[in-house]
């Protein structure tokens, strides 16, 4: 059984900082292309930022300079430094493992809220 367990979220301030964590089980994970996506009410979802089983990332152009992606492969684990957090950041966070079409999976999805 896949599972992707989001952790990290919360209420901060504008400026501020949090780091979102996403461990997973039940597949190979050093396989998967991992990523962060976030949406936000009434908007579509999109990419934040991802990162390859060789570590080369790509980020939104909204987050370049600002968000850090990592993965420890050790851990199972993917992680989203945030840092200047804008109120245009608050959504919610969703993790992505993706091999194949077929193999795509999932978090619940984390809540980041950016206010003051």
């Known amino acids: 059984q896949v599972q992707l367990v989001e952790s990290g979220g919360g209420l901060v301030q504008p400026g501020g900082s949090l780091r979102l964590s996403c461990a997973a089980s039940g597949i190979s994970f050093g396989l998967y292309v991992m990523g962060w996506f976030r949406q936000a009410p009434g908007k579509q979802r999109e990419l934040v930022a991802s990162?390859?089983?060789?570590?080369?990332?790509n980020y939104a152009d909204s987050v370049k300079g600002r968000f850090t992606i990592s993965r420890d492969d050790a851990k199972n684990t993917v992680y989203l430094e945030m840092n200047s957090l804008k109120p245009e950041d608050t959504a919610v966070y969703y993790c992505?493992?993706?091999?194949?079409?077929?193999?795509?999976?999932w978090g619940q999805g984390t809540q980041v809220t950016v206010s003051s």
């Open positions: 992505n493992a993706k091999f194949t079409d077929n193999h795509d999976y």
């Open positions: 990162i390859t089983t060789i570590y080369n990332t």
